[in-house]
């Protein structure tokens, strides 16, 4: 079954065909064999009504003959296949015959109504044929028994016919095989039909998944983040249903993100104004080791308002897709942090062209290579490609983190070490923004603890259509 499934077309316009090819050729096997069953009892009917008049006729011109002819006779109206012969006893038992009670009406109808003497008719193969004679499996007669005729050996008649004086006009004739039915006219008919169908399958295939094609480009698309316009509703009625459930649904996602986005700008914008009454009015306590206590978690609070800030403008800008060079685009990232006096190392893996917002991308590959840097003092990068996704993974060389505490890191204000101060841990946004960014791009980010120490952080971008 495996070479089967190899060969077996993966697309619906191929499956199709293929199917309605093997229905149209079962149908006209099925066919064929059923029609040329029944041409071939129709011509061994009319080949025995035949060769039952010749008899007939033969029977008659020797009861008119004198005997001197006789030999003469038989030898002219044999041939090829078809030869007669007189003897005392008939070449047919008794036992053997086939009781066709139509046989001896038809001969009487052909003599005029006064043949009355006895005929004797047996049909067979010639694999059943010895020497004129039926005879069994074994060897023996078995004339109980009526052999079917295998499908394309040639059948043989054995008919004995008692004359007037008393002896036996014995005749044997050996039928025409048939004709095998996949003939030239048979073929050229199913081939035309083949071409027809396959023509009107790919046409009405097409109809159909063009509309698919580009619902499955917009869908692929839609998960990477990308602006789409609402889609042409063309095609058949359940593909006109599909494409517009799919433009309402898109609509409504749209929707929704942006309601969130504009919400979460507004509660980061409104924050600013209670931030800044209480640390106007936290001057006027006279505790100093209070105050400043107060003024340092406003300030934190400042800060995690200003970043959620900057990641709902983020979102909400519609950065455009485009093709660019990933390893070009890496390096780009890690030179900047190595002009801040960074350890940055980016292994060379040649050009890689990959469809992204590249300033977004940019913005999580930096979150990332930061916070490897602050928490494992370097980051060593690597690109690897697959036949449907890119991968970026930067190695550091920390301390890790607990596998327990790992899909938490990802969301948001949340920081390994809670005692860490802003300065030097940030406030446990970076890894939810990177996170969410590659997401936006069809991707995904995960986190692992290196064998050899460390944590891996790896990026996975789907190659696209």
Not at 49 to 69: D, F, H, K, T, Y
Not at 192 to 217: E, F, N
Not at 267 to 292: C, G, N, V, W, Y
Not at 426 to 454: K, M, P, V, Y
Request: proline share 5%; aromatic share 6%.
């Amino acid at each position: 079954m495996t070479w089967l499934q190899r060969l077996w077309p993966k697309r619906l316009a191929g499956q199709m065909i293929a199917l309605l090819l093997l229905a149209l050729v079962l149908a006209q096997v099925i066919t064929v064999m059923i029609f040329a069953d029944e041409r071939r009892f129709a011509i061994l009917a009319v080949d025995r009504s035949q060769m039952l008049g010749r008899a007939a006729s033969v029977a008659r011109l020797l009861e008119n003959a004198p005997p001197s002819l006789h030999e003469q006779i038989l030898a002219t109206a044999g041939e090829r296949r078809m030869r007669y012969w007189l003897s005392k006893d008939s070449a047919v038992g008794e036992q053997e015959e086939d009781h066709d009670e139509t046989v001896p009406a038809w001969l009487a109808e052909r003599w005029s109504g006064r043949f009355d003497r006895p005929v004797r008719l047996i049909l067979g193969d010639d694999d059943d044929r010895t020497d004129g004679w039926w005879r069994g499996d074994d060897g023996e007669d078995d004339g109980s028994r009526r052999r079917r005729r295998p499908h394309g050996h040639a059948p043989t008649v054995l008919l004995s016919m008692q004359l007037h004086d008393g002896a036996w006009l014995n005749m044997e004739s050996r039928l025409p095989p048939p004709a095998f039915p996949w003939k030239l006219p048979a073929l050229t008919w199913l081939g035309i039909m083949g071409l027809v169908i396959s023509i009107v399958v790919i046409v009405m295939v097409r109809r159909i998944t063009r509309p698919m094609a580009a619902l499955a480009t917009a869908a692929e698309r839609a998960g990477r983040g990308e602006a789409i316009e609402p889609l042409p509703e063309v095609g058949p009625l359940d593909v006109r249903q599909t494409t517009s459930a799919f433009n309402r649904m898109h609509g409504r996602l749209q929707r929704f993100i942006r309601d969130r986005t504009q919400m979460l700008a507004a509660m980061s914008h409104d924050l600013r104004t209670p931030i800044t009454t209480l640390r106007l009015r936290a001057e006027f306590i006279e505790d100093e080791e209070i105050k400043q206590k107060i003024l340092e978690t406003l300030e934190e609070m400042q800060r995690m308002a200003e970043a959620t800030l900057a990641f709902v403008r983020e979102e909400a800008a519609v950065e455009p897709t485009r093709k660019v060079d990933l390893t070009a685009l890496v390096q780009s990232v890690a030179d900047d942090l190595i002009d801040l006096g960074w350890n940055v190392q980016v292994e060379d893996s040649g050009r890689v062209d990959c469809t992204c917002r590249p300033a977004a991308l940019k913005r999580a590959l930096r979150n990332l290579l930061e916070n490897a840097i602050r928490y494992g003092e370097r980051a060593k990068v690597s690109l690897a490609t697959a036949p449907s996704a890119f991968s970026i993974v930067i190695d550091d060389d920390g301390p890790g983190i607990p596998e327990e505490q790992i899909e938490r890191m990802f969301q948001p204000f949340v920081r390994l070490d809670e005692s860490r101060s802003v300065e030097g841990g940030g406030i446990g946004l970076g890894l939810a923004i990177a996170r969410s960014i590659i997401r936006n791009h069809g991707g995904d980010i995960t986190l692992s603890n290196r064998e050899a120490g460390g944590l891996r952080a790896t990026i996975t971008l789907p190659r696209g259509r």
